[in-house]
């Protein structure tokens, strides 16, 4: 019988934030440090272009970034977590009108030792059910010491600045875990 420890599951939070607009992006990074604290890593910001999938409801010239906080959290919170955001973006689109039914998209995660998260309200073949509407995948993996990705694997994530992202974002998850910090 394998033991139950009690941190097992702690993983290093992180959301892709991605808009049309630099000021929604600005007030959703003030929005989430007010919760998470200061952003500790940050990608460089790109032109998502990778899938016209968000088009309709965002519209063109959609800009991504990926924004990491020093906060170890449970992985069974990440569905909670992604409702959460879900609010979020509601409020900011009542806040900051676009002409766009969707101003902001924020996609909460975590990355571990081995993996990196995602919380999403779409099921697919892929995605475990965790309750209340919400899916989580992993959609990077680390395999001899470099992150790897599966076939439904999102293709911004297979760019060369998410594996930078995501390698400082697991060092810091391992620094946290060895100085024994909480979530």
């Known amino acids: 019988m394998g033991q139950i420890r009690s941190n097992a599951t702690d993983a290093l939070l992180f959301f892709a934030l991605f808009s049309k607009s630099t000021e929604v992006i600005e007030a959703t990074e003030q929005r989430l440090t007010s919760l998470f604290g200061p952003i500790t890593i940050r990608s460089p910001r790109f032109h998502f272009d990778d899938t016209k999938y968000y088009e309709r409801t965002m519209g063109a010239g959609v800009q991504k970034e990926w924004i990491a906080f020093d906060r170890l959290i449970d992985q069974s919170s990440l569905g909670e977590l992604k409702i959460h955001t879900n609010e ?93 910090a909480a979530g």
């Open 88 to 180: 979020i973006e509601a409020e900011i689109a009542a806040e900051i009108p676009l002409d766009v039914p969707r101003p902001i998209n924020i996609d909460p995660g975590m990355v571990d030792e081995g993996k990196v998260m995602l919380a999403s309200t779409k099921n697919h073949a892929h995605r475990i059910y965790v309750g209340q509407g919400i899916f989580v995948e992993v959609t990077l993996y680390l395999r001899e010491g470099n992150w790897d990705f599966w076939p439904w694997t999102y293709r911004d994530y297979r760019r060369p600045e998410a594996k930078v992202f995501f390698d400082q974002v697991r060092a810091r998850f391992r620094e946290l875990k060895a100085s024994g």
